[in-house]
């Protein structure tokens, strides 16, 4: 019994390797299909519209999203020993890398993420603190995320149409499992017994996931790290992460407010705008094992769409758009990675 354990053990993280790989050509199917069995002149009149200037502006308004959401990691370890000379400058800069690596490259959409903790101890920070900052900031990002949702929920529960209550119906169903996961994740940072089958899970998965996620930030102590996070004294940076995190996620309604603005869409109010948007990245983060949601996006977009009377030429431009950032801000993002990853030592050298 113990001999055939082997084999399915490489099994499984034979799967779990390939994992974003077949979530990609899933999701490149998909997408290619939502695009070639829709109006290509209208989709593409839609994106047209928008111009360049509105392009600009969904780029800025990206830009902030990020900067909140670094700042929004920083404070989960803000004060605490072991941080080496990171400031908020250090997470400002590797929110972009994480951003470039989940969005860009077939990874799971927490590869990034990984790389990220593992480049904060090009910083001086200790594995360990880089490791569960980065639990933390997932559970803050996840739950504030799933906040949003219940509210892009709770206001298309003030819709009319069958569609739409069947919609708020399984929205709600989604978010209580979401919660119970939540609620586990919560618990197992918390939990010395939990944490310690929680980072056997997270070695077996280094060991599993190949390309930029296989570096992960090393050392031990994290159930102490996360201790030293969740210490009764640091409520108030925790809550600054929160509230910093939440205003992220209703800071990214104002990227479908612009592209609609500039397609001339004018009929569509901020109530919907925050519904396509909560419910639109609910979608997508619900499809993690394919990466930046490809096609899963599009989907979404079609469908809470046609909600509100938006045609799925100008739903698909609106995904579409909602990528431009994606790609304007992720491909700097992976040239500073990699220039970090070669200038380790020289730019920031190991803490006295």
């Known amino acids: 019994m113990r001999q055939a354990a082997v084999p399915a053990r490489g099994l499984g993280r034979a799967f779990l390797r390939r994992l974003p790989l077949v979530g990609t050509l899933l999701g490149l199917a998909l997408g290619t299909w939502l695009v070639a069995t829709n109006d290509l002149t209208a989709i ?25 959401c670094g700042l929004a990691w920083g404070q989960t370890i803000q004060g605490l020993a072991g941080l080496g000379r990171a400031g908020s400058g250090a997470f400002l800069v590797l929110r972009f890398v994480r951003e470039g690596i989940n969005v860009l490259l077939p990874v799971a959409s927490v590869g990034g993420d990984v790389v990220g903790g593992r480049l904060l101890t090009f910083w001086g920070a ?38 739409a209550q069947a919609l708020a119906a399984w929205g709600l169903r989604a978010l209580a499992v979401t919660a119970l996961l ?12 939990l944490r310690r089958a929680a980072q056997r899970v997270l070695a077996s998965l280094r060991r599993t996931l190949r390309g930029p996620a296989a570096d992960a930030p ?9 201790d030293a996070i969740w210490a009764p004294g640091r409520w108030r940076s925790l809550t600054a992460s929160v509230v910093l995190h939440g205003a992220a996620w209703l800071l990214g309604a104002a990227e479908i407010g612009i592209a609609l603005a500039c397609i001339g869409v004018h009929d569509v ?42 045609d799925a030429g100008t739903a698909l431009a609106l995904s579409l758009v909602k990528r431009v950032p994606d ?25 006295a």
């Open 327 to 351: 790609v304007v801000l992720g491909l700097p993002a992976l040239l500073v990675w990699q220039n970090l990853e070669a200038r380790r030592g020289t730019i920031l050298p190991p803490q």
């Open 182 to 193: 939540l609620g586990a994740f919560l618990v197992a940072q918390r939990s010395p017994v």
């Open 126 to 163: 200790t594995g360990a603190l880089a490791a569960a900052s980065i639990l933390v900031d997932m559970l803050f990002q996840a739950g504030t995320q799933a906040a949003f949702a219940l509210l892009g929920v709770g206001l298309l529960m003030q819709v009319g149409g069958e569609a």
């Open 218 to 226: 090393a050392g031990g102590g994290v159930s102490a790290a996360l």
């Open 44 to 68: 593409a009149d839609a994106f047209g519209r928008v111009g360049a200037a509105g392009l600009a502006a969904i780029v800025l308004v990206r830009v902030a999203i990020l900067v909140l």
């Open 269 to 310: 109010g901020i109530a919907e705008i925050l519904i396509i948007e909560a419910l639109s990245q609910a979608i997508k983060s619900a499809a993690f094992p394919v990466p930046s949601g490809l096609g899963v996006q599009e989907g979404g977009f079609v469908l809470l769409g046609s909600l509100f009377g938006i």
